[in-house]
C-alpha cells in the first residue's frame, strides 16, 4: 500500500465527536493522535472523542473477526491494515503464526501470513466492547444487536482511537459503556497543544512482556505466602527483591509483597514471644526452628513495612521508586516526596515493631520517616494517644540543634512522663494489620 492510498485512508468516518485531536505523523511511531489545543482541569472527566467501532467480534472467536474483516469496506480496511502492530517474528506475537495456519482452513482468508498480521493488528488494538446497538454511523444496526444479545464478551477495532497511543501514564481514559454503544475518550491529566495523546493499554487477546511478569509474581505470590508459623520467610523476601528489580521498586505487586512481608514476619515474632512466655525462656534469644529470633523478625517486618511506605509516596507522586537505591546501600535516606496519609496506619505498626528492637539495629532512616509521619499518626489517632506519645520519645532522636538545622520544630522527648512509658499492646484494637 502506498503512502498516498494511506493518508487518505478517513479516519474520521465513524467519529460522532472531536474536541481538538488531529493525526499527524511522529518520527519512530507513524501516524498519532495529538491535541489542536489545551485540555486543562477543567475538563478533566470530559469525553473529547466519542467514536462508533469499525469492527466487533466476540472476544477471542478470531474467525468471526476475519469475517468483521472481510464484509468491512476497502476504507476500513485499508486503515485497518495500516494499525501498528509489533513485529511477527516478537515472541509473543510469533505464537499467533500457529493460530493462523489453524484459522485457514476456515477459508475466509486461506494466505496465513496475511491471517497472521491481522491477528497481531486486532490483538494489539482491539478493544474491550460493551457497545450498545449503533444508530450514528451507518444505520447497520444487525450486527451490534447480536451481538449485544450475546453474553460473552466483545472485542472492537476503532479508526481513530487505534491512532491513540499507550502508555503505563496515560493522559486519556475510554469506556464503551455509553448509551449509543460509542467509544468515549476523557481527559484525566492537563494536555498542552501538540501533546501526544495516550490511553492505558487496552485489554486485548495478547500481553506484553510486563503483564505477564506481573500475572506471574501474583501467582508466586499467592503461593509462596508462608501461612504456617514454621514456614520460612526467605520465598518471600525473595519474591520482593526480584520484583523490584523486574518490574519497579514501586509496582503494586511489589509494594503488596513488602506488606505482606511485615505483617507476617511481625506475626511469627508475636508467636514466638507467646511461645517464649508460655515455656519460661524470656528475653527473646530462643531460635525459632527457622534460626530467626523475634528481634531479627521484627527487624525484616520493620524494614518491609518502611519499604512499603515509601514506595507508596512513590506512587503517589509517580515515581518509578527512586527510595530504592538508598534502602540497598543502607544509606541515609533522602525522601524527595510528600508523605502520605492513607499510609498512616501502616507507619504505626511499623513504629511498634521498631519499638522493641534494639537502636543499634534500628534501620538509620527510620527515625526519620517515623518523625515525618507523627502528625499523620496524630490525625489518625489523636493528639493525647499514649501508643503516639510512647513512638515519638523511642524513636525520634532529634535533638534540638538538628531540628533548627533542618528546618524542623520538634519537643524535647517526654523522658520522664509516666504514661508514655506504658505498653502499645492496645495496638490490636487500631484498625491495621494486627
Known sequence: ???????????????????????????????????MRDFGTEKFHHAII????????????????????KRADSDAQKTILD??????????VVELGTLASALAYLRVY??????????????TNGHQYYGEPIAAADGDLRQHEMLRSSEAPKTALFLFGSKIAHSCQPNLS????????????????????????????????????????????????EHLTPRRAEEPLRPLQDL????????????HV???????????????????????????IMGGLRMNPHGLSTTELRKIAAEAGLRAVVASECVAAGCHGCYSKSFQAGKELILPHDSVYEVGIKIFHVSVDLIVI?????????????????????????????????????????????????????????????????????????KGRR
Open 1 to 35: 500500500m502506498s503512502d498516498t492510498n494511506i493518508t487518505a485512508i478517513p479516519l474520521e468516518k465513524k467519529l460522532i465527536l472531536n474536541e481538538g485531536l488531529t493525526i499527524t505523523t511522529k518520527d519512530g511511531m507513524g501516524r498519532v493522535a495529538v491535541a
Open 254 to 280: 511489589t509494594i503488596k509483597a513488602l506488606d505482606m512481608l511485615a505483617r507476617l514476619g511481625a506475626s511469627k515474632a508475636e508467636n514466638l514471644d507467646v511461645q517464649q512466655r508460655f515455656m519460661g
Open 83 to 92: 494499525m501498528y502492530h509489533p513485529p511477527l517474528s516478537t515472541p509473543h
Open 358 to 430: 534494639p537502636e543499634a539495629i534500628r534501620p538509620c532512616y527510620s527515625s526519620k520517616i517515623v518523625e515525618r509521619y507523627l502528625p499523620i499518626m496524630r490525625g489518625h489517632f489523636g493528639d493525647d494517644d499514649l501508643d503516639i506519645q510512647l513512638i515519638e520519645d523511642k524513636l525520634v532522636t532529634v535533638t534540638p540543634k538538628e531540628s533548627i538545622a533542618s528546618g524542623v520544630t520538634q519537643a524535647t522527648p517526654r523522658k520522664n512522663n509516666q504514661k508514655t512509658r506504658r505498653s502499645t499492646k492496645k495496638k490490636k484494637n487500631k
Open 50 to 69: 466519542r467514536e462508533a467501532p469499525s469492527l466487533v467480534w466476540s472476544d477471542r472467536d478470531f474467525g468471526q473477526f476475519l469475517l468483521a474483516f
Open 110 to 123: 486461506q494466505d496465513v501470513a496475511f491471517i497472521h498480521k491481522l491477528l497481531a493488528i486486532a490483538a
Open 240 to 251: 520482593v527483591e526480584d520484583a523490584a528489580l523486574q518490574l519497579s521498586p514501586s509496582h
Open 174 to 221: 475510554y469506556t464503551s459503556k455509553t448509551q449509543d454503544g460509542a467509544l468515549e475518550y476523557k481527559v484525566i491529566r492537563p494536555i498542552a497543544t501538540g501533546d501526544l495523546t495516550q490511553c492505558k493499554c487496552p485489554d486485548c487477546g495478547v500481553q506484553d512482556g510486563m503483564e505477564r511478569k506481573e500475572e506471574a509474581f501474583i501467582h508466586r505470590l
